[in-house]
Each structure stands twice: as C-alpha cells, then as structure tokens.
C-alpha cells in the first residue's frame, strides 16, 4: 500500500507526466475529469492532498464544496491568472495558488514543501513529513531521499523522524536516547545511541550523493540538517 494523491485535471498529457514522477515518491496518483468528480473521490478515500490543474479545470464553482468534505491542502497551478481569481481561490478554500514550475520535478518538490507547511499550521494528524529533499511517510513509516527509497531499522527511523521534528535545535545524548530508546541514558548506552547514529547518517549519505545531515556536537548531543558536507564522528 502506498501515499495517494487526487489530480483534478482533464488534461491527460499533464496528468500522466506526473503519475511516474509521483509514484517514484511513494505517492500513487489518482486523476479525475471534473471537480464533482473529486469530491466524490475524496468522500470515499484518503488523500495526502488535492492537486488542480487550473488551466484545463472549472474549479471556482465547487471549490467551497470540495473544501467542506476535507481538510487535506487544497493545491491549484495554472499557467496565468489574475489576481482576483487567486483571492476568490483562496477565500473558496485553496490552500495554494501557484504557477507551474519547469519541470514536474520541480513541480512535486514544490507541492510537498506546501503540503508540509500547511499541516504543520493546522496541527493536523501528519500522514507526511517533508524537508529538504527528506519524505517521511508516517503512514507507513517509509522514507525516501529525492527519489531513493531508504530502508530503516526501527530506531533509524525514530531517530530521523526525531530529529526532523527538531530540524536545526542541539539535542542532547540524554534527550534523544530518552525519545527513542523510552528510557534514561547512561554513559554505558552511548555506543548503541552512536551506532544508531552512524547507521543512520550512513545512510542518509549514501541516498543524497554525499550530504551529511547529522551535526556531531562533542560531548553534547547532535543536531539535524545543517549545511555539512564532511562527517564529524566523536
């Protein structure tokens, strides 16, 4: 089983360029014609979000309806628009009113990034987590690096999410051993709370093409997503 998205979009060229590029995330994307259409479908299925492609969909009339059957982001990209179309978007419950990127790439990155913010403000119960090019898929405790899967033990994956949730903050041997592990640290437990770490961070590098997202801070603790580019092991 994996993640799904709703595509709003009656353009099946469009449509189908991202179906790969989604599915290469994790993320399996379903696609409708008509607005009506999608709020039949996000009635009777769980989405990560909505996507609408504004230049080949009538979606102002039925925006406030698709809105009130679901709390997932809303997302709309067109070509051009006008102001006042984006305000009434907006105020209909859209969450994002963008232009197309160059490329689909470009465009899924961008649309993650939104999502994560979005869930993020309502608190909502996160099926995703997204930073940087990291995808957390709660759901099913998953995680891809840009476009590579990368298989965690248990504690790999507690520790990444961890530390995501604590993007940038000097967490201490005594917190993270704490989190993860359920119980208090002691010196005897730093070569498994290391170990863990190394696993992790290996990892990591080797699904990024080299980048170390892991601060060693001596005698302290570490801290996530700096801008590192060589280990510093203790």
């Keep these: 089983m994996s993640l799904r998205c709703l595509a709003v979009d009656s353009n099946l060229d469009i449509a189908n360029s991202y179906v790969k590029e989604w599915a290469e995330r994790g993320v399996r994307m379903d696609r409708v014609d008509t607005m009506p259409e999608g709020i039949k479908k996000l009635m009777s299925n769980d989405y990560i979000f909505v996507g609408i492609n504004g230049d080949a969909t009538d979606f102002l009339p039925a925006l406030k309806e698709m809105r009130s059957v679901t ?5 709309i990209v067109a070509t051009h628009f006008e102001t ?5 978007a907006l105020k209909s419950g859209a969450d994002l009113f963008a232009r197309w990127h160059k490329t689909p ?6 649309v993650l990034a939104h999502i994560d913010r979005v869930t993020e403000k309502r608190k909502a119960t996160r099926k995703i987590m997204f930073y940087k090019e990291i995808l957390v ?3 099913y405790r998953t995680v891809f690096v840009g476009k590579t899967k990368v298989d965690l033990t248990t504690q790999e994956y507690d520790l990444l999410v961890y530390f995501i949730q604590n993007h940038g903050k000097a967490l201490s041997y ?13 010196d005897a437990e730093h070569d498994a709370l290391w170990s863990a770490i190394k696993r992790l961070r290996d990892k990591l590098m080797l699904a990024s ?3 170390d997202y892991i601060e060693t801070m001596r005698d302290y603790g570490y801290r996530f997503l700096q801008d590192k580019t060589s280990i510093d092991t203790d």
């Design 71 to 75: 709390d997932i982001p809303i997302l």
């Design 84 to 88: 006042s179309i984006e305000i009434e």
């Design 105 to 110: 790439e470009d465009n899924v990155s961008s």
């Design 137 to 139: 898929a709660v759901l």
């Design 174 to 186: 005594k917190q993270i051993y704490k989190r993860v592990w359920g119980s208090d640290y002691e």
């Design 209 to 211: 093409g080299g980048h």
